[in-house]
């Protein structure tokens, strides 16, 4: 009988030497883009013996080095993905989507572990218990057996809800006016120059938007989408009104900055409430910052009290300001990853819209 397995380096790692730990995270950024560019391939030829050797290889070599540098989290983790692909190696799998998903999980996970604790931060919404647990319990499975384990595992770990998500909102038709293309000409003209502040924005709206509103549209259209095309154009424009030397700084925020960037909600606002017919794009953009635990801005409104159509644009928001964060890393994120830091913030978005959210994420791979 296996000895059950110690899960306290998941929860509170101890680290021994933090110096070890810098080297095992530098070599873990290092390895993890060729990983997901062999993943990426295999996805496209899953009989490649090369492909799935080297695959085999790098997670060994991981798991090596976290041993080396006595980062005990990353042995765990790294040691039940090991089996799975010894076995494929071996020719009892083959590899599928899912195995793919399951392999990138891990070492998402993994990696943003030992970022957060070389940064002496929190790992418990990480849930890497569950992964490693999860992942031991279908490590030895038959295949399809293994493939049903490990979608109920990634359900558990990244917080995907797409069915739970679904049954909550009811359609609403869109409120066309004859005039409403002029509008969302002018908002969009105004993106536009928002955009033109900083290189790091371009093609920020149309990327928003198109999250925006497929989002919606997974859920059947419960939000205006004239209306919410109109907010992701103005959500951000009140930035525009503040010193650039806030909202574009790099550095951390005073107190004095972080109060003012809180009135561009207001300021965008108020300028569809002054154009008659967009009161409802207005509420969206009013509301963007706001938190279904109330810990949100400009009001502290609770879940009930906040508009579907801002609980999109805080998602999609996120989403961007997310991947502008990795963007110094000139890599193709796994869209796991992309969404993990989404899905693991419980408090500070609508989970009845984080499943739609998250079903179209998968769908752009």
């Known amino acids: 009988m296996a000895a059950p397995l110690d899960l306290t380096p998941l929860i509170a790692p101890h680290i021994p ?41 790098a997670l060994h070599n991981i798991k090596g080095d976290a041993a080396i540098c006595k980062v005990q989290m990353g042995v765990l983790v790294a040691h039940p993905i090991e089996t799975v692909l010894a076995r494929l190696r071996n020719g009892e799998l083959r590899f ?15 990696e943003m572990a030992t970022e957060a604790v070389a940064q002496h931060q929190a790992i418990t919404h990480l849930k890497l218990p569950e992964l490693v647990q999860g992942l031991h319990a279908l490590c030895d499975l038959p295949g399809p057996q293994l493939e049903a384990q490990a979608e109920v595992l ?9 069915k739970l998500a679904g049954a909550q909102v009811k359609p609403k038709a869109a409120t066309l006016r004859r005039d409403s293309a002029d509008d969302l000409a002018f908002f969009r003209s ?16 149309g990327r928003l938007l198109r999250l925006a509103l497929d989002t919606n549209a997974v859920a059947g259209n419960p939000v205006d989408p004239v209306q919410l095309e109109a907010a992701v154009y103005l959500h951000d424009v009140g930035m525009m009104f503040l010193p650039e030397a806030n909202w574009l700084k790099v550095d951390k925020l005073s107190d004095a900055d972080r109060k003012a960037l809180r009135e561009h909600p207001l300021l965008a606002a108020g300028i569809l409430e002054r154009i008659h017919g967009w009161e409802d794009a207005a509420r969206m953009v009013r509301e963007h910052h706001e938190m279904p635990d ?16 801002a609980k999109i644009l805080a998602i999609v928001d996120a989403f961007e300001a997310v991947t502008l964060k990795h963007s110094h890393r000139g890599q193709s994120r796994s869209l796991l990853r992309a969404i993990a830091e989404i899905n693991a913030c419980d408090n500070q978005f609508a989970p009845e819209w984080i499943g739609h959210f998250n079903e179209v994420i998968r769908g752009l791979a």
């Not at 990634?154 to 797409?162: D, H, M, N």
């Not at 105004?190 to 371009?202: I, M, T, V, W």
């Open 96 to 110: 599928t989507d899912m195995l793919a998903e399951l392999v990138l999980l891990a070492l998402d996970r993994l």
């Open 190 to 205: 105004l993106a536009q120059q928002l955009e033109a502040r900083s290189s790091h924005f371009k093609g920020r709206t």
């Open 154 to 162: 990634i359900e558990t770990v990244t917080g995907f809800r797409p």
């Open 294 to 309: 109330g810990g949100g801005y400009p009001t502290g409104l609770m879940a009930a009290q906040i508009s579907a159509g």
């Open 17 to 57: 030497d933090r110096e070890a730990l810098g080297e095992f995270l530098d070599s873990l950024t290092d390895k993890v883009p060729t990983i997901e560019r062999d993943v990426a391939r295999l996805r496209r030829d899953p009989g490649d013996r090369d492909l799935i050797a080297d695959l085999f290889r």
